[in-house]
């Protein structure tokens, strides 16, 4: 299907997909706003192209202090096109307090594939959680943007599994920073590109082309991720950080999940919605207030206590 579509049409979506996604460059001065320094004896492992874990020894005594509880893997899902220097800023937050971290990320091509990529990528990070040395471990999900459609895939995939092996109930909680609802790609990436109405139209139109032209091989995953995302089947408390102007992972969007997780499953779900905060931009804009989110929302459970 992919390889009878006009080339146009593909160029015009990996280079869109490529250009929206980026991190703006107020995300470089993320980085530099949380700089602490990083915590000593830290140790990084490549896995793929995919994959990178960081464990450190130290970190504010916490492993030391309560020994009886087992240390965290945070996955940190990437937004698109992240830079590793400013991924290492939040991953240190999460070291400096005794966490493993594994940093997950895609790019453009393996969004728009799925069935080569993303579905790869979450099959690998399910194996990687479930390998003997990591099975006892608790995880802890720090999503950005298109990352909580990657996380609702590998959530897909742990359902797979028999009840007995599924990584699951080790979900101890979830942070979404500026999440994505696929469903919602072809408005968001539409109004991202260009304040233009009429360019506005025409880009989304090319969008859901694309979708219903590879309906079959791709646009049916991203669906069965959207509903994962809105019927997760994920009981731990989550947090979701988004913003009013934000026109990619929307107020709308991220308020009718948290709807949906509280009303229809029960679940602990907290929001902290900013005024004018850019997409995955919210700790450069308001640091304190954010990193204040996430400090109380961290103390819900023991270990970060």
């Avoid at 464990?55 to 830079?83: H, N, Y």
């Amino acid at each position: 299907m992919l390889s009878t579509m006009k080339p146009a049409v593909m160029l015009t979506l990996r280079r869109a997909l490529d250009t929206v996604t980026k991190q703006p460059e107020a995300a470089g001065q993320v980085a530099r706003t949380y700089s602490n320094i990083a915590p000593a004896n830290v140790t990084a492992r490549k896995i793929n192209e995919n994959l990178l874990l960081k464990k450190t020894d130290g970190g504010e005594e916490v492993g030391e202090k309560k020994p009886e509880l087992s240390k965290p893997m945070v996955l940190l899902f990437s937004w698109m096109a992240a830079k590793q220097k400013h991924l290492e800023k939040f991953a240190d937050y999460y070291l400096d307090k005794g966490c493993d971290v594994l940093t997950i990320k895609t790019s453009p091509m393996q969004l728009l594939l799925p069935q080569r990529g993303t579905q790869v990528i979450a099959e690998n990070v399910v194996q990687f959680v479930q390998q003997e040395e990591h099975r006892s471990q608790p995880l802890f999900v720090h999503a950005f943007s298109v990352g909580a459609y990657l996380y609702s895939e590998v959530v897909l995939k742990m359902q797979n599994l028999v009840q007995q092996e599924s990584p699951i109930p080790r979900i101890i909680g979830q942070v979404y920073d500026s999440a994505v609802d696929l469903d919602n790609i072809p408005i968001g990436l539409s109004k991202a590109l260009t304040t233009n109405r009429v360019m506005q139209l025409s880009f989304q139109k090319t969008l859901e082309a694309y979708l219903q032209a590879t309906k079959n091989m791709t646009h049916k995953h991203y669906l069965k991720a959207s509903r994962t995302f809105h019927n997760s089947p994920v009981p731990a408390p989550a947090l979701f950080i988004y913003s009013k102007v934000d026109p990619i992972g929307t107020a709308d969007a991220n308020e009718r999940v948290m709807e949906s997780l509280k009303n229809d499953f029960g679940y602990s779900v907290d929001g902290v919605c900013f005024e004018d905060s850019q997409h995955c931009s919210h700790m450069y804009k308001y640091p304190n207030d954010y990193l204040g989110a996430l400090n109380t929302f961290l103390q819900r459970f023991d270990y970060f206590k």
